[in-house]
């Protein structure tokens, strides 16, 4: 079992920074991947970035260039630096955590980006 919490969210203008975090706990060495994903109001849940454990990452469109995932293996964390933050990026934002243990969620930090 792992447990997933996460910080960071916030109001920010827009251009902004934010730096999200993810700390996960309990069966740590069983992960091979962490991932953050948002939501905002009325659509589906879509992948921000991904980082494997071996370091390979992945970014949606809307997260190149401006998005960067890093992960800090011993603490088992992994973070999320936003920058150059627009309004379409408000949402609640969950970190996901996969592996041998299978698919673990938070419960979302919310990202709202307004002047």
């Known amino acids: 079992q792992v447990q997933v919490m996460e910080s960071g969210g916030g109001l920010v203008q827009p251009g902004g920074s934010l730096r999200l975090s993810c700390a996960a706990s309990g069966s740590t060495f069983s992960i091979s991947a962490m991932g953050w994903f948002r939501q905002a109001p009325g659509k589906q849940r879509d992948l921000v970035a991904s980082i494997t454990r071996g370091g390979s990452t992945n970014y949606a469109d809307s997260a190149k260039g401006r998005f960067t995932i890093s992960r800090d293996i011993a603490k088992s964390t992994v973070y999320l630096q936003m920058n150059s933050l627009k309004p379409e990026d408000t949402a609640v934002y969950y970190c996901?955590?996969?592996?041998?243990?299978?698919?673990?969620w938070g419960q979302g930090t919310q990202v709202t980006v307004s002047s």
């Open positions: 996901n955590v996969v592996g041998g243990m299978g698919s673990s």
